[in-house]
């Protein structure tokens, strides 16, 4: 009998964060005020978080006990099973063992609830009532609608244009949780309004939606602003899925030599390969881990190692990340949730130290690796995990040339059942790949902040 999937019990939910500052051999430059070039502080950050997570954000602690309430939530839907790939395996007649971690089994489909449900709950006991958000592709929004639900809070969320346009069902379903949404740029903030002046016909970017949902939760004291990626409590709070998959390879009597995500803003990619990394770091076992991103909005393999803003509007501290520059619009690709210009401090950081590496392929590849995934193994990826199983086909296909019968886990970070006019759209032949130019690199590049540089 061949196993193919590895499930755990609801009791082996783990009950800590993995916080991967504890074992690094030094801690990514500290976030910048823009106005003074200073390292920002907790009470800079107070308009916009809850105070616990603004702790979680500078913890250097190993663990971060997760609470009973969020456990008893997460119960919904976690422990996520681990799959085996097999008929992937077959059929690209490769010596790889390849496993996935499936996040799509969530309420909203994809790893996103997994933080949405934490920075609900602290909200909700710091006695906020909203909270505003941003959302690419709509599985953040989704996401934080069903934790806002869960707790009573209100939600509003920025949906950049052209997912909003090409997905009308992720706005049906945040709705259905309760929550109210607006396509960014939108003309009910001073940073909607001034992008539309400039062009009225703007796609929009989570940059910019970043801006509207940061404008309107400085505006009152009862609401706060909620970030689905890049912030290292975001990243601390994903590592439930890395941590439940090395006990589940431990039940597959397997470990990785290849950790693969797809990377947007980092937190699925560190989600999985954090706890991993960590075991390395600690000189436990060696692996790589390699994070894919688009070729229409390369951050890690374009972009430059610098301070640069998280919005368009310049609202927030300068983080030092690999930047395509705060105002750079990437394509409207498919993959809605990889359409951001900058990325996690931390990813970045592992990047520069040499302890992870990055590719960017192009949209088509990507497709084509989503529907032979598809065919194969029944699940429909978000565009997003696409990314990543692409990744996957061509490691796979080098162990096949390299004759090594390597251990390749990849985290299949969300479903695309609300993606399907992607799909459809590919089917037709109507979908492009995009050339990142030299020139629009160095055109977006040319605003970066001089601060601490
Ligand atoms: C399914 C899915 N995967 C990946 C991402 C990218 O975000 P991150 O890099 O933080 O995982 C998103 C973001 O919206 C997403 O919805």
Not at 142 to 154: M, R, T
Not at 170 to 194: H, K
Not at 430 to 449: I, Q
């Amino acid at each position: 009998m061949e196993t193919v999937k590895y499930l755990l019990s609801e009791d082996r939910l783990p009950e800590s964060w993995y916080n991967i500052a504890a074992d690094l051999p030094s801690l990514p430059p500290p976030p910048l005020h823009p106005a003074t070039g200073q390292p920002i502080g907790p009470a800079d950050l107070a308009p916009l978080f809850p105070m616990e997570l603004i702790k979680q954000e500078v913890s250097t602690e190993r663990t971060i006990p997760i609470p009973d309430e969020v456990r008893a939530i997460y119960r919904q839907w976690r422990p996520t099973p681990l799959f085996r790939a097999r008929r992937l395996e077959r059929a690209l007649d490769t010596p790889a063992r390849i496993y996935y971690k499936y996040e799509g089994v969530s309420p909203a489909g994809s790893h996103k609830p997994n933080t949405a449900v934490a920075q609900a709950y602290y909200n909700k006991i710091e006695g906020v009532r909203r909270l505003v958000t941003e959302t690419g592709a709509g599985q953040w929004g989704s996401s934080l609608a069903f934790a806002g639900a869960l707790f009573g809070l209100e939600v509003e969320v920025f949906m950049v244009k052209v997912s909003y346009n090409q997905k009308p069902y992720r706005r049906a379903l945040m709705e259905t949780y309760g929550a109210r949404v607006i396509a960014s740029p939108s003309t009910e903030t001073a940073s909607g309004r001034a992008i539309l002046a400039e062009h009225p016909d703007s796609t929009g970017s989570l940059g910019i939606a970043i801006s509207e949902a940061v404008e309107v939760a400085a505006q009152r004291d009862d609401t706060r602003y909620a970030l689905g990626s890049v912030l290292n409590h975001v990243l601390l709070h994903q590592t439930v899925i890395g941590q439940e998959a090395m006990i589940q390879m431990e039940m597959a009597g397997d470990y990785p030599d290849v950790v693969v995500g797809c990377t947007g803003g980092g937190s699925n990619f560190a989600g999985i390969a954090f706890p991993f990394i960590g075991a390395k770091l600690r000189g436990e076992r060696p692996l790589r881990v390699v994070a894919v991103e688009p070729a229409a909005c390369p951050s890690l393999t374009k972009g430059k190692y610098a301070y640069d803003y998280g919005d368009t509007a310049h609202l927030t501290p300068l983080v030092k990340m690999h930047t395509l520059g705060s105002t750079f619009v990437p394509p409207g690709i498919h993959a809605g949730g990889l359409r951001y210009h900058g990325m996690a401090p931390l990813v970045s950081h592992l990047l520069e130290l040499g302890v992870i590496e990055a590719i960017a392929i192009q949209q088509l590849e990507t497709f084509a690796a989503g529907v032979q995934f598809a065919r194969l193994e029944g699940i429909l990826p978000a565009p997003e995990a696409n990314h990543a199983i692409a990744g996957v086909i061509r490691e796979a296909l080098r162990c096949k040339e390299e004759g090594k019968s390597e251990v390749i886990l990849f985290n299949l970070c969300g479903h695309g059942h609300f993606d399907l006019q992607a799909y459809m759209d590919y089917q037709a032949g109507k979908l492009r790949d995009y050339e990142y130019s030299d020139a629009e690199v160095a055109m977006a590049l040319a605003g970066l902040p001089s601060v601490g540089a």
